[in-house]
């Protein structure tokens, strides 16, 4: 007989999605920062906050699987890396990805001019999510948070989760 998995309502879902989302407008934003250091410092902080996000996010989602998340541990050519966390076929989930990143470098001078800050040197962090459940009444969610910093300016990116609804989503 197939195990039971007890899976959160949807009200509950979205009551973490609205903490979430207060939670990531903390993050310290400086518009004009007066030295690398003090940049450094916040880039540094968002990313130990979307680490401890992916964390969290990981162990909850393993309660509910029954089982341990995989994780790879990548390196940029040009600069930091990352941790990539995946289940698959599980009970619940499809396929879920919780994803961290921290990398730097340089950036092409036609992008660089594009994103305001001065220079081309530049750190960006962030947490993505893809979630497919098994069940087609639950949404999948892809979310992405992205903290960049360029030169002297900080700049916090937040994407909404989009989740295809079920009326929506096709099985083959």
């Known amino acids: 007989m197939p195990r039971q998995v007890k899976i959160p309502l949807m009200n ?4 973490l999605q609205s903490r979430n989302r207060l939670i990531i ?8 920062v007066g030295n690398v250091a003090m940049k450094d410092f916040e880039v540094s902080s968002a990313a130990d906050f979307f680490r401890t996000v992916q964390e969290n996010i990981v162990r909850r989602l393993e309660m509910y699987e029954g089982t341990l998340f995989g994780e790879d541990q990548w390196k940029r050519d040009g600069g930091g890396g990352g941790i990539t966390k995946v289940i698959q076929d ?3 989930f499809e396929k879920a990805g919780v994803n961290f990143s921290w990398v730097h470098g340089d950036m092409g001078e036609d992008f660089a001019g594009q994103m305001p800050g001065n220079g081309t040197s530049f750190q960006a962090t962030g947490i993505s999510l893809v979630l497919h459940p098994r069940n087609p009444k639950i949404p999948t969610v ?5 903290y960049i910093a360029k030169g002297n300016r900080s700049v916090r990116r937040r994407c909404r989760s989009h989740p295809i609804l079920p009326k929506n989503r096709r099985h083959h």
Do not use: D, M, T, Y
């Open 142 to 146: 892809h979310a992405n948070f992205r």
């Open 12 to 15: 509950q879902i979205q009551n």
């Open 90 to 92: 599980g009970l619940v």
């Open 25 to 32: 407008s903390e993050i310290p934003i400086r518009q004009q």
